[in-house]
């Protein structure tokens, strides 16, 4: 058997990995231990959230599938942070974890190009330091130019409960026993990561009259760019909002030795998750708060699980009975599923390329938690962004790589191979230094380009992205050519909405800089025959144009670091007056370029002085 490119495991960074390759016309295999958990949502049942719901139109935009199967699955959906700035908004959507499998799995099988295998693998198959296939758990061996490996949380996995560690992954299912091993065998530093999941509880069993409910917004949304499902706002699923107390509080402080993590178990190396913490960890580390947030969201619409999100443990399962009953509303709540914590191995990210090509074996991509990553989201689109580079690599062209300024993508992975992870990853708002640039509204201006370069945008949508281009710079100059004149009736209408009179004639453009003034309210003076995309589009623009081009004037002075490239091979034992710490740093991660050096932990401002100096005194010897 012989294909060009294997993708190993078929969660979301699979799923994305074996669509870009196969989409690009090169021969993928999709290998996964059990072909009924392609998909899975293994966790929480939602998609997006803040800085993720930005990630997951950027993986549309480049042409990925996990928006447009989110869409499909979706039973709830609102924007995030909607009555604050636009850096921050992000669309979150609760997701049928029957569906959404369901949905992604009928979109691999219907792809040209591409085969799927249930199978275990154990082993890369290496040659020459080059990956050339796997090796299956029956020893049967499978060629292939490129790997992918996205194995999740099955390398070596233990599910942590109270003082019990059993070796499975989740769904109690066989974990992969020998991969991770093989892989610190070929020089990979392994590391021991941890993350957990809460329990489910029977909606029959709750009573609502004590919680607050969410519910979806009132009107259409997406996160992919090209069209809106047509889903029933009036009937999407509720969630509702609780909270802990100093009942349960107590409770966790007086069995805190019985949690996996406090004490009931004495051999745990691994690190949780610093961003979303378990709630001991909370009570623990936030002991002067009175209380925190407890979502109930439904699973599906197919069965009543109700998933408490916040209430991860490792708490032995009769003390989660007493912890779920002392939270208001939930004091009959009937436990379907116990929460537990998982361990399982990931590798270091400082060894992979900024393409997810790995340093240490040629060829070898890796995507998703092995990376040492959080959540659906970046999982996704590391997959996808390794499936693009494996391809292009057998194409002989260069690797899609993208700068912090261009993605919440960029940042992830430029996180990732500069500084390494101590817990799992995951992505915000804080982590991107541009955030007014990596707008959820702009994702599609930002990279639709590059998926058209690429191959994963056709024809069609990028036509209709370039009537999208055109008819924001149409609206723009319309504006810009369109005067306010201080007449009676003008100024009376700027009274009436709260806004200063004018005394001179003013351009539309100008006025909706005002920020009491948008285009809705100057229709009654313009007609404006546009969509309320482009109009959304057109009103940050004008908006936060002068936050807009400082940011952009930082991310120049960034960009023109990032193209003084530093050579793969530099010796930096022969550059005199490094610094001890940050000599270790650059010989370890390797930067390619004095941008990403300067974001290493470790290397100062003097020791990128220092490199440079070298690096000029080595292009005038050459």
Known sequence: MEYEIIVVGAGHAGCEAALASSRKNHKTLLITSNINNIADMACNPSVGGSAKGIVVREIDALG???????????????????????????????????????????????????????????????????????????????????????????????????????????????????????????????????????????????????????????????????????????????????????????LIQNNLEKSSMYGGLTDIVSVGPRYCPSIEDKVVRFSDKERHQIFLEPESVYYDDIYIQGFSTSMPHDIQEKMVKSVSGLENAKILKYAYAIEYDAINPTQIKQSLETKIIENLYTAGQINGTSGYEEAACQGLIAGINASLKLEGKEPLILKRSDAYIGVLIDDLVTKGVIDPYRLLTSRAEYRLLLRHDNADIRLRQFGYEVGLIDEDRYQKFQEKLNNIKELETLLKNKKLTPTKEVNEYLENINSAIIKDGITMYDILKRPEVDIEKLKRFIDIPYSNEIIEQVEINIKYEGYINKALKEAEKMIKLEMKKIPENVDYDAIHNLASEANQKLKTIRPTSIGQALRISGVNPSDISILMVYLKKGERND
């Not at 758990?137 to 499978?142: H, L």
């Open 64 to 250: 990925g599938e996990m928006g447009k199967v989110a869409d499909r699955s979706q039973i709830q959906i609102k924007k995030l942070n909607s009555k604050k700035g636009p850096a921050v908004q992000a669309l979150r959507a609760q997701i049928d974890k029957i569906v959404y499998p369901q949905e992604m799995i009928k979109v691999l099988k219907n792809q040209s190009n591409l085969e799927i295998m249930e199978a275990m693998v154990e082993d890369l198959v290496i040659e020459n330091n080059k990956v050339t296939g796997v090796l299956l758990k029956n020893k049967t061996k499978v060629i292939g130019k490129m790997v992918i490996l996205t194995t999740g949380t099955y390398l070596k996995s233990d599910v942590l409960i109270g003082s019990t560690r059993t070796r499975k992954g989740p769904h109690d299912e066989e974990p992969s026993l020998h991969l991770s091993d093989n892989l610190k065998d070929l020089g990979f530093q392994i590391l021991r990561l941890k993350t957990g999941t809460p329990p489910r509880i029977d909606k029959n069993t709750i009573d609502f009259s004590k919680t607050r409910l969410e519910t979806g917004d009132d009107k259409y949304l997406s996160f992919n760019h090209d069209f809106i499902y047509d889903y029933d706002i009036e009937n999407q699923q509720p969630c509702y909002l609780t909270y802990t107390n100093a009942k349960l509080h107590q």
